[in-house]
């Protein structure tokens, strides 16, 4: 069974940089992979998502584009997550999620798309 692990997070500055990464235990390449976020209390939102197979196909959710990067690892079944200039307003449990998909395919941002998830890392900024 497919199974995601986050690492990464953890406490910066306003301003700061971070990374996170998620390793995916099937290390086929014919996945969609992304990061959500949620604070206690809100709806999760979306961050990031990618084709595993053609990182070409990825895109950004409008409050972190520009600012965050993601991007396939040197293996297939890890994603990382390049957040800069963090803000207070990113401080939330980052989770990263999973389903299966062939090259090309775009699932985006839309959470009940995806049927793997992680048990997320928090991330918090300082203000």
């Known amino acids: 069974q497919v199974q995601l692990v986050e690492s990464g997070g953890g406490s910066v500055q306003d301003g700061g940089a971070l990374r996170l990464s998620c390793v995916n235990s099937d290390t086929d390449n014919n996945y969609c992979m992304a990061w959500f976020r949620q604070i206690p209390g809100k709806e999760r939102e979306g961050v990031a998502f990618?084709?595993?197979?053609?990182?070409?196909?990825?895109g950004y959710g409008d409050s972190v584009e520009g600012r965050f990067i993601i991007s396939k690892g040197n293996s297939n079944n890890t994603v990382n997550l390049e957040m800069n200039s963090l803000k207070p307003e990113d401080s939330a449990m980052y989770y990263c999620?999973?389903?299966?998909?062939?090259?090309?395919?775009?699932?985006?941002?839309?959470?009940?798309?995806?049927?793997?998830w992680g048990q997320g890392t928090q991330v918090t900024v300082a203000s």
């Open positions: 999620a999973a389903a299966t998909c062939l090259p090309g395919y775009l699932l985006g941002l839309r959470a009940i798309r995806y049927t793997y």
């Open positions: 990618i084709n595993v197979a053609d990182e070409g196909v990825a």
